[in-house]
């Protein structure tokens, strides 16, 4: 298939970039991956591995793009949890006194 990363076309296929990735030991991963076999590599990584060309040189969106077309799972940032609702301190100070002023 062919596809485009860093405004270069490559011919990648499933089994071909499997082969790539075969004997590489993947980074730790701190931020989007991808599913290839039972490993999880970093985007850059195998972006890196597949296109020959400095990390610098694509972005993470352009990998996606062709491992998704390619038929890989693509895993996105964790998602932070919202953070915990915070007092403000009448309303601790409230709260201490045992009648609460909502905000």
Same mark, same amino acid.
């Given at each position: 298939m062919r596809c485009v990363i860093a405004r270069f076309p490559f011919y990648l296929t499933n089994s071909g970039v499997q082969a790539s990735m075969k004997d590489v030991k993947p980074e730790p991963v701190l931020g989007e991956s991808v599913i290839i076999g *039972?490993?999880?590599?970093? =985007?850059?990584? @195998?972006?890196? %591995?597949?296109?020959?060309?400095?990390? *610098?040189?694509?972005?993470?969106?352009? %990998? @996606? *793009?062709?491992?998704? =077309?390619?038929?890989?799972?693509?895993?996105?940032?964790?998602?932070?949890?919202?953070? &915990?609702?915070?007092?403000?301190? =009448?309303? &601790?100070?409230? &709260?201490m006194l045992g009648n609460p002023v909502s905000g």
């Open positions: *039972r490993r999880h590599y970093p =985007l850059k990584q @195998v972006g890196e %591995v597949i296109t020959h060309q400095d990390r *610098r040189d694509f972005s993470t969106g352009e %990998v @996606v *793009r062709a491992m998704t =077309l390619l038929g890989f799972t693509c895993r996105g940032l964790p998602t932070a949890t919202a953070p &915990a609702r915070t007092l403000t301190p =009448l309303q &601790a100070a409230s &709260a």
